[in-house]
């Protein structure tokens, strides 16, 4: 009766067509592997080691903290949302692939052991914390790489609405939902380097200190000059009074007001003539003091004239840098790649999904993307080929981890033959040899 069962199915339209389910030996997701020897250049092992702590006894012990820790952040990496696609997951060949020996022929772990994982392994005190220092030592490996004399760091704000009773969210006139509002901070790679979730209706700059200056801090005792980018949200003057202490550079957008607009007037006014199809643009570098500031410090605004438009656009930036006013301009102008960055990390990742009704679990939840996000990024950033290294995470699931794969097992190895598409057989080898000229972790 079993036999017959199972049985390959047939079809009449094409008598040589056999069809069967042999779900735990095909895999969507093989392009995993290729971030997983990543992980295990830069020590990933020895970072969950030396930043978390497994306080587990008995039967709660049987999968490895590392194993669990990655099946949450590779699931995320993949574009599995949340805990609901675990269960076959767990079966997945990538998924037992990636993790230890121990997991390889019992499976990954179910939603509830994973649940339990993430809302109360993860977010004791110690292992939050940890979450957030092993993310920076993970990046720490990837900028040991580099050579870069100047660090540009940005910051900025983002929403994250949530649906239910969750703790602490709140309204945001701002963005007129109910929401989270987490602070973030990236490096010039694209890298989340701290990040802070934080109720909906806190002001954008709360709470800069405590990413920003220890940030500046770490850099600064590598040799690195600091260079800093903000939107108007963090015009404030105790921001730029602790970078100047600092001697951090920054460029930060301030609003306007009517002190601005009479310090640029003569700019103000529309050319005489016909306008032609390319806007007119105009700069102009002025020192200006506002009430609440201690000195005065130098303001660049940019103007432009667009044909049909009766008014002109009109931009502010406070700095201490001393490049040129259009240098200045231009400088700020790459800010716009963080809010690119948090779109990746909230379509790729699924940085949104923040649906524990406690806020610390949300916290985890937060920080699990982060380190996807960033271990996908580090991906991009490392290992891709020129060719498609500015490929964006959505199209890195979609082309290179949506892989489909069959998995042989023998007596002593596994076989995983790949479909190739996307994902070829030279551009496979060719990641696999760049990830080979990184330094094999210490240990």
Same mark, same amino acid.
């Given at each position: ?26 895999? #969507? ?7 997983? @020897? ?19 006894? =008995? ?25 609901? /696609?675990? &269960? ?12 230890? &020996? ?15 994982? +993430? ?17 920076? @030592? ?15 760091? /940005? ?69 690195? @000059? ?11 003057? /105790? ?64 103007? &432009? ?38 779109? +990746? ?15 610390? =679990? ?29 490929? #964006?995470?959505? #199209? ?48």
């Amino acid at each position: 009766m079993g036999e017959k069962q199972n049985r390959p199915f047939h079809f009449s339209f094409n008598s040589s067509l056999k069809v069967d389910f042999q779900g735990s030996r095909i895999t #969507s997701d093989a392009g995993l592997l290729l971030v997983r @020897e990543l992980d295990e250049r830069l020590g990933l092992d020895q970072l969950i080691s030396d930043n978390l702590t497994d306080n587990r006894r =008995g039967k709660n012990t049987q999968l490895p903290l590392p194993d669990l820790l990655r099946q949450s952040i590779y699931s995320r990496l993949a574009g599995y949302e949340d805990l609901n /696609d675990a &269960e076959r997951l767990s079966n997945d060949p990538t998924f037992r692939l990636i993790g230890s &020996e121990k997991i390889r022929d019992r499976g990954a772990a179910l939603p509830s052991r994973l649940h339990w994982f +993430e809302t109360q392994v993860l977010t004791q005190a110690a292992n939050l914390s940890g979450l957030a220092a092993m993310n920076r @030592e993970l990046i720490a490996k990837a900028e040991g790489q580099e050579r870069n004399s100047r660090a540009v760091v /940005d910051m900025d704000s983002t929403e994250i609405p949530v649906y239910g009773e969750q703790e602490q969210s709140a309204y945001n006139t701002h963005y007129a939902s109910t929401c989270y509002h987490p602070l973030l901070l990236f490096n010039s790679g694209g890298d989340c380097v701290a990040a802070r979730l934080r109720p909906g209706n806190v002001h954008s700059a709360d709470d800069w200190k405590q990413l920003l200056l220890p940030e500046i801090e770490r850099l600064q005792k590598l040799g690195k @000059e600091v260079w800093f980018r903000a939107d108007a949200a963090f015009a404030k003057p /105790d921001i730029y009074e602790a970078l100047e202490e600092r001697g951090a550079k920054y460029a930060i957008r301030i609003p306007a007001n009517d002190c601005l607009l009479r310090d640029i007037a003569e700019l103000l006014i529309r050319p005489v003539g016909r306008p032609g199809h390319k806007p007119v643009v105009w700069y102009k570098g002025f020192l200006y003091r506002a009430a609440s500031w201690t000195t005065a410090r130098r303001v660049v605004a940019k103007v &432009e004239h667009h044909a049909g438009e009766l008014f002109p656009r009109l931009g502010f930036i406070v700095t201490n840098t001393q490049l040129a006013n259009r240098k200045v301009v231009h400088f700020y102008n790459q800010r716009g790649k963080a809010e690119q960055w948090i779109k +990746e990390g909230k379509q790729a990742v699924k940085m949104t999904r923040l649906s524990c009704h406690w806020f610390r =679990g949300n916290e985890v939840r937060l920080w699990l993307s982060i380190l996807a996000y960033n271990l996908g990024n580090l991906w991009r950033r490392l290992v891709l080929p020129k060719g498609i290294g500015t490929w #964006s995470l959505t #199209s890195l699931q979609q082309r290179l981890v949506k892989t489909g794969g069959r998995l042989v097992k023998h007596a002593r190895y596994y076989w995983l033959l790949l479909a190739e598409s996307h994902l070829t057989r030279r551009l496979f080898g060719s990641m696999l040899r760049r990830m080979e000229g990184l330094p094999l972790p210490a240990g």
